[in-house]
Every structure is written in C-alpha cells, then in structure tokens.
C-alpha cells in the first residue's frame, strides 16, 4: 500500500508519518502530482488558519490535483484537523474562505461565551454506528482536540459528534472521504485505530 501524506506547507506531517511508521505502515510526504498519482491512500492533515491554508493549497496545484484524485479517481482521502476542514465548502474564518467543497460543510468559529477556546485537550465522541473509522472501537471514545473552528452540516455526511457544551462534526466520511477534528496521531491507541481503520476499510 502507498500512502502519501500531502504537504502543502501547514501540517503536522513528521507526526502523522510516525504514526503510520508505528503501524508498520510505510509514507511519503510530498505534494508532487506524480507521488498523488501512485499513491493508494492520501491523509491531508493541517494546523493553522484555514484562509492560508487554502491560499498554500492553490499555490502548488493541489486543489485540482486532490479534485483529480478524490473526486474523478475516488482514492480515498482523510483530512485531519485543519485538512478535515478544507474538505468542506468553506469557512467564516478571516471574513470567509471558499474550501475543496468535497462535502457539504461549514465551518465557524465556536461562539459560545461558556467555553474556553481553543478548545484544547481529549474529549469523548460519539460514533456513528454505521461508521467505518471506528469499527470495533466501542461506543464512547476519547480523542486530542486543538482548534477554534468547528464544522456543522445540515446533510448526512456520515458525521459522528463530540459535545463541547453543543454539538459539533468531530469526524465524517462519505464514500473515500473521511475526515477528523481531532488528531488521530496524538490520540494513542484510539488514534491508531482510526488511523487502521481507514488504511483497512476506506
């Protein structure tokens, strides 16, 4: 299997590579059409501000070479934390950025003057049944959560929930596309097993 983790210049790429490493599970990092073109699997992961992100990812022809791939070839792709988001439609952050819209999701910053943001540290998520990322997990996961923006969709993206004082989309996927606000690589071993789970059934 050849899993190519895309850097476009805003992701924790060392990280997300070591724990793929752990699973016995070989990558590269590069953002080069001809390594998209080979690979099995993507993970598009991502920390940062989502209009920067956008603007590196049009700078190096990433938005169409992930179109070609994902949406025309259907390679499967997760999207972690930042890179989940970029999946979506678009953002309200930094007065609005228009995303890959892969899935129908927006995102926008927690406004909610009852919690601390970002929001910060492990926190439980609610698995949908039929969802694919967690299969043989279990019904209560905890997971590592950083970030101020959160994405909401009123279609049925395959998302499963975490509550941070009101819901919000802590994962999806639909088809190839999968995606998580959390980070699977500094979750330990329920990470891992997200982490196997799409390299297995996606």
């Given at each position: 299997m050849k899993v190519v983790i895309v850097d476009y210049g805003m992701g924790n790429v060392r990280s997300v590579a070591s724990a793929l490493k752990f699973l016995n599970v070989d990558s590269i990092i590069s953002s080069e059409e001809k390594d998209l073109n080979k690979a099995d699997k993507l993970i598009l992961p991502g920390v940062g501000a989502f209009g920067s992100a956008m603007e590196m990812v049009k700078a190096r022809g990433l938005d169409v070479a992930l179109c070609e791939q994902v949406i025309q070839r259907k390679k499967p792709v997760l999207g972690i934390c930042l890179g989940m988001q970029l999946l979506g439609v678009s953002s309200d952050e930094g007065g609005?950025?228009?995303?890959l819209g892969f899935v129908d999701g927006?995102?926008?910053?927690?406004n909610d003057e009852y919690v601390i943001i970002p929001h910060i540290g492990f926190n439980q998520v609610t698995p949908k049944s039929s969802s694919r990322l967690y299969r043989g997990m279990g019904?209560?996961?905890?997971?590592?959560?950083?970030?101020?923006?959160?994405?909401?969709?009123?279609?049925?993206?395959?998302?499963?929930?975490?509550?941070?004082?009101g819901n919000f989309v802590a994962s999806f996927e639909r088809d190839n596309i999968a995606g998580t606000q959390f980070h699977p690589e500094l979750s330990k071993t329920n990470g891992l097993d997200v982490l196997k789970n799409f390299l297995e059934l996606f």
């Amino acid at each position: 299997m050849k899993v190519v983790i895309v850097d476009y210049g805003m992701g924790n790429v060392r990280s997300v590579a070591s724990a793929l490493k752990f699973l016995n599970v070989d990558s590269i990092i590069s953002s080069e059409e001809k390594d998209l073109n080979k690979a099995d699997k993507l993970i598009l992961p991502g920390v940062g501000a989502f209009g920067s992100a956008m603007e590196m990812v049009k700078a190096r022809g990433l938005d169409v070479a992930l179109c070609e791939q994902v949406i025309q070839r259907k390679k499967p792709v997760l999207g972690i934390c930042l890179g989940m988001q970029l999946l979506g439609v678009s953002s309200d952050e930094g007065g609005g950025t228009e995303g890959l819209g892969f899935v129908d999701g927006c995102v926008g910053i927690f406004n909610d003057e009852y919690v601390i943001i970002p929001h910060i540290g492990f926190n439980q998520v609610t698995p949908k049944s039929s969802s694919r990322l967690y299969r043989g997990m279990g019904h209560s996961l905890d997971f590592y959560f950083v970030h101020s923006h959160k994405m909401d969709s009123n279609s049925d993206i395959g998302q499963s929930y975490c509550d941070y004082n009101g819901n919000f989309v802590a994962s999806f996927e639909r088809d190839n596309i999968a995606g998580t606000q959390f980070h699977p690589e500094l979750s330990k071993t329920n990470g891992l097993d997200v982490l196997k789970n799409f390299l297995e059934l996606f």
